[in-house]
């Protein structure tokens, strides 16, 4: 059971930035939130994750609000080979950290 | 570092049949998944190992599906009889902790006639 929402779909453009929201209102202080990505016909891609602090790596940003319930995932300048399906995950200690995939958001970058 | 390694590709079977499906894990990741991802849909977690001893199979439908991870690397995931429902990706991921990041292959794709 997903403990996130995040919006259906989105597109942007190339070159600009992408901005992918998530909310996780119910999340608890020691449960991190991670994103993942899938791009056609490939397995899950990890991205990034954080707790407390925002997090930067070499493919995305990741902001989480003060009070933890949403977060964020920027990809600075998107490319037409970021169209995906962006999934937040919330991992559970107490489910044994595992991943329970929602949804997730279609992103698609158009030129 | 090489990645997660699945094979087949792809697999194409009538239903009753059996199939099974081998993964190859991330040198040195303890933790292995197996996970189903029907179309349109997320991963679902189907089992999962620590070294060669079973976490969690608690979604895997043991009357038809069988896994085992002999000597702690390889696994391969069985399903005999297949059925048309069964249609869909599995995926192998690995990582090197419970709450470490995973680390997917890019699946196998099981179609059921």
């Known amino acids: 059971d997903a403990k996130t929402t995040q919006p259906p779909s989105m597109d942007c453009a190339e070159g600009r930035a992408a901005n992918l929201p998530c909310n996780h209102s119910?999340?608890?202080?020691?449960?991190?939130v991670y994103w993942y990505r899938q791009i056609h016909s490939q397995g899950p891609q990890y991205i990034i994750h954080?707790?407390?602090n925002n997090e930067t790596n070499e493919m995305a940003s990741l902001i989480i609000t003060e009070d933890r319930k949403s977060s964020t995932l920027i990809l600075p300048h998107a490319t037409l080979r970021d169209t995906a399906v962006y999934y937040c995950i919330v991992r559970e200690r107490s489910n044994d950290y595992k991943l329970s995939f929602g949804a997730g958001t279609t992103v698609t970058v158009r030129a | 570092e090489a990645g997660v390694a699945q094979s087949p590709r792809y697999k194409i079977i009538e239903k009753r049949q059996s199939v099974a499906f081998w993964c190859n894990p991330i040198s040195g990741h303890a933790t292995l998944y197996w996970y189903q991802q029907i179309l349109g849909q997320g991963p679902k977690l189907l089992i999962q190992?620590?070294?060669?001893?079973?976490?969690?199979d608690s979604q895997l439908p043991k009357d038809r599906f069988s896994a085992e991870r002999l000597k702690g690397v390889d696994s391969t995931l069985k399903i005999q009889p297949a059925k048309l429902e069964d249609s869909a990706v599995y995926l192998c991921?690995?990582?090197?902790?419970?709450?470490?990041?995973?680390?997917f292959g890019d699946g196998t794709r099981l179609s059921i006639l």
């Open positions: 119910t999340i608890s202080g020691n449960e991190y």
């Open positions: 991921a690995s990582s090197a902790g419970l709450n470490q990041p995973q680390h």
């Open positions: 954080g707790l407390k």
């Open positions: 190992f620590q070294n060669n001893g079973v976490v969690d």
